[in-house]
């Protein structure tokens, strides 16, 4: 293995694993194995289904690649594949429910009143609207970190800047955002 080898972007990797490359594929597992184990054990709080999860993610995103439309995107894309299937697991796990009137009360679920429904929902509209009045840069940073959960190292490969530019134009493109939500929340 060359030094040259080892410095590859994620998008690199991933073109290369698309072609067949198994090295490829190991380094994508090595640089993403740590983020979907604390994925899956943070789900499942279970070490032993964790590992089996763990392995049942990268398979998925093995068979799925060629679906992966932005390559750089792969830490999220992985992320996300991981949540969804502990989810599955979840749902699939069937738990004894006791009777007692007291665990009942416990574990009952309280529904949002419709009010308050309405205004998280507006909240989401409205940030929508603000999204999508920023700029083409603010707008991928925004969404390559709060939704996409990439980190700053990840966003630095994905944006090709230094950490310390990822965090500035992350904090910029927050103000930003604020600003454009500063006249829908005072109406």
């Known amino acids: 293995m060359t030094a040259l080898q080892e410095i590859q972007t994620v998008a690199e990797l991933v073109h290369e694993a698309r072609t067949g490359s198994q090295f490829a594929f190991e380094r994508l597992y090595e640089r993403y194995v740590a983020r979907v184990t604390a994925i899956a054990r943070q789900w499942l709080k279970n070490d032993a289904a964790a590992q089996e999860l763990v392995q049942e993610v990268f398979l998925q995103a093995y068979l799925k690649l060629d679906q992966l439309d932005t390559p750089e995107a792969f830490g999220g894309w992985i992320a996300m594949i991981a949540r969804r299937m502990a989810l599955n697991s979840l749902g699939r796990q069937k738990q004894a429910i006791s009777t007692e009137p007291e665990i009942l009360e416990a574990t009952c679920v309280q529904i949002a009143p419709p009010d308050e429904a309405a205004i ?34 990840e966003m630095a490969e994905t944006f090709d800047a230094p950490v310390g530019t990822i965090k500035r134009r992350l904090h910029v493109a927050r103000k930003r955002l604020a600003q454009q939500l500063e006249p829908t929340m005072s109406a």
């Open 120 to 153: 998280a929902d507006e909240a989401k509209q409205q940030l929508r609207a603000g999204m999508s009045r920023l700029g083409k840069l603010d707008r991928k940073t925004l969404e390559a970190f709060y939704f996409e959960g990439q980190s700053l190292v």
